[in-house]
């Protein structure tokens, strides 16, 4: 079982019929990186848990319920009084999206380590907000460090919100000691940019990859999706071309197709993903790019079923 660590949260998206300078209504839809990278495997099929604190409130329900209807464990999943974090959306005309967050004592924050993972578990992935706001990112990245020791695989999103990263030079500081515990590292251009802080872009992906991931995965937007390999070659897959609704959830759903390629095809370790070549990994990406195709297809984070892809 792969078990994603982090936020589950509530989007709030405006209605794309409001006028250019007014205020118009904000539709409530299930999101979070992490939380949508569950639901996503769970939809693809593949045997996942979530491990997190969410609230008891509505949101916190629907997150819940909507857990349980996308075939996620829910055994990990800690309930608590505190209040859904909430994003507020705000979409360009491409569909890209930019967010607001309301994180201030909201459950995410108040996950418990409760011990070892169970021992189904054979792979975790974490990112976002969950590894950002304190006290559940100490939380957070204890875990993945004493997992990755256990011999988990290990995926990492960091999925930047630089506006609720107070210092940017220790976050950057406390990424790159992450890196000998992951074995997946997976990245949008502009959080690689972000991260790289000024330094070349290409040096710093290489400097990562040999920092301990066995492989690096990169996606560039229009421009496609791109793989560092475990012998430092670079593989480019184009992206699939389709109408976009909005790019909400999109690099989770390449997450999280990335992570079920592995699955099926039994590389889900470290050495297995070193060993793969470039054709392999083109493969890898190309299911990546047609599951992310679906998911801006429709507005908010709704990822595909594995019967959209097979």
Same mark, same amino acid.
């Given at each position: 079982?792969?078990v994603?660590?982090g936020?589950?949260?509530?989007?709030?998206?405006?209605?794309?019929?409001?006028?250019?300078?007014?205020?118009?209504?904000?539709?409530?839809?299930?999101?979070?990186? %992490?939380?949508?990278?569950?639901? @996503?495997?769970?939809?693809?099929g593949?045997?996942?848990?979530?491990?997190?604190?969410?609230?008891?409130?509505?949101?916190?329900? &629907?997150?819940?319920?909507?857990?349980?209807?996308s075939?996620?464990?829910?055994s990990?999943?800690?309930?608590?009084?505190?209040?859904?974090?909430?994003?507020?959306?705000?979409?360009?005309?491409?569909?890209?999206?930019?967010?607001?967050?309301?994180?201030?004592?909201?459950?995410?924050?108040?996950?418990?380590d409760?011990?070892?993972? %169970?021992?189904?578990?054979?792979?975790?992935?974490?990112?976002?907000?969950?590894?950002?706001l304190?006290?559940?990112?100490?939380?957070y990245?204890?875990?993945?460090r004493?997992?990755?020791?256990?011999?988990?695989?290990v995926?990492?999103?960091?999925?930047?919100?630089?506006?609720?990263?107070?210092d940017?030079?220790?976050?950057?500081?406390?990424?790159?000691?992450?890196? %000998?515990?992951?074995?997946?590292? &997976?990245?949008?251009?502009e959080?690689?940019?972000?991260?790289?802080?000024?330094?070349?872009?290409?040096?710093?992906?290489?400097?990562?990859? &040999?920092?301990?991931?066995?492989?690096?995965?990169?996606?560039?937007?229009?421009a496609?999706?791109?793989?560092?390999?475990?012998?430092?070659?670079?593989?480019?897959?184009?992206?699939?071309?389709?109408e976009?609704?909005?790019?909400?959830?999109?690099?989770?759903?390449?997450?999280?197709?990335?992570?079920?390629?592995l699955?099926?095809?039994?590389?889900?370790?470290?050495?297995a993903v070193?060993?793969?070549?470039?054709?392999?990994?083109?493969?890898?990406?190309?299911?990546?790019?047609?599951?992310?195709?679906?998911?801006?297809?429709?507005?908010?984070?709704?990822?595909?079923?594995? @019967?959209?892809?097979?």
């Amino acid at each position: 079982m792969i078990v994603t660590g982090g936020e589950a949260l509530v989007d709030l998206v405006p209605d794309r019929s409001t006028a250019d300078g007014e205020l118009g209504p904000l539709h409530p839809l299930l999101g979070g990186g %992490p939380y949508n990278v569950a639901v @996503s495997l769970g939809r693809l099929g593949v045997p996942v848990g979530f491990f997190a604190r969410m609230s008891t409130d509505q949101f916190g329900d &629907k997150l819940y319920e909507r857990l349980v209807a996308s075939n996620v464990d829910t055994s990990l999943v800690q309930r608590s009084d505190h209040p859904t974090t909430l994003a507020v959306v705000g979409l360009a005309e491409d569909g890209s999206a930019r967010y607001s967050f309301h994180t201030e004592g909201t459950a995410v924050r108040f996950v418990e380590d409760r011990g070892p993972l %169970p021992d189904e578990v054979t792979a975790v992935a974490f990112g976002t907000l969950g590894m950002v706001l304190e006290p559940g990112a100490t939380v957070y990245e204890t875990v993945l460090r004493r997992e990755a020791g256990r011999g988990r695989f290990v995926a990492l999103d960091p999925n930047i919100r630089a506006d609720l990263i107070e210092d940017p030079a220790a976050y950057r500081e406390r990424f790159e000691s992450w890196l %000998p515990s992951v074995d997946l590292l &997976k990245l949008s251009e502009e959080d690689a940019e972000w991260l790289a802080g000024g330094v070349d872009l290409d040096v710093a992906l290489e400097r990562w990859r &040999k920092a301990g991931p066995a492989a690096v995965a990169l996606t560039r937007g229009s421009a496609g999706l791109t793989a560092l390999t475990g012998g430092g070659e670079r593989v480019d897959v184009p992206v699939v071309r389709t109408e976009v609704a909005d790019t909400i959830g999109a690099g989770d759903t390449v997450q999280a197709a990335l992570l079920a390629w592995l699955h099926r095809h039994d590389a889900l370790r470290a050495d297995a993903v070193r060993a793969l070549g470039t054709a392999e990994w083109a493969q890898a990406l190309e299911f990546a790019a047609r599951a992310a195709a679906i998911t801006v297809s429709r507005p908010g984070a709704e990822p595909p079923f594995a @019967s959209e892809l097979d």
